[in-house]
Nanobody
Framework: QVQLVESGGGLVQAGGSLRLSCVAS????????MRWYRQTPGSQRELVAG???????NYADFVEGRFSISRDNAKNTMFLEMNSLKPEDTSLYYC?????????????WGQGTQVTVSS
């Protein structure tokens, strides 16, 4: 029905930058809120940032101004630009979206993209 595919993860040194992308495809009329989450082994999944259809954003406290979330509604794509990365940012980053189509509104998850920040 709907698929979310993340990309852009990788290995960087502390202080470096990455740009994550999430592309939604399938039966999509529109997408409401899109979010980035992250989860490390043995810990709970936590919200990183969210962006509404109109571009209103919010961030977790640990972002500390280092990340920027955005989206392109025409392409059903969301981005997370991450700067000044820290080792504690190492995690599996997931895309999440509320998608409306003829079948109703449903929440979807991507499979995740790994971000690793070395000391």
């Amino acid at each position: 029905q709907v698929q979310l595919v993340e990309s852009g993860g990788g290995l960087v040194q502390a202080g470096g930058s990455l740009r994550l992308s999430c592309v939604a495809s399938g039966n999509i009329w529109w997408i409401n809120i899109m979010r980035w989450y992250r989860q490390t082994p043995g810990s709970q999944r936590e919200l990183v940032a969210g962006v509404t259809r109109d571009g209103v954003t919010n961030y977790a406290d640990f972002v500390e101004g280092r990340f920027s979330i955005s989206r392109d509604n025409a392409k059903n794509t969301m981005f997370l630009e991450m700067n000044s990365l820290k080792p504690e940012d190492t995690s599996l980053y997931y895309c999440n979206a509320d998608v409306q189509n003829d079948l109703g509104m449903k929440n979807f998850w991507g499979q995740g993209t790994q971000v690793t920040v070395s000391s």
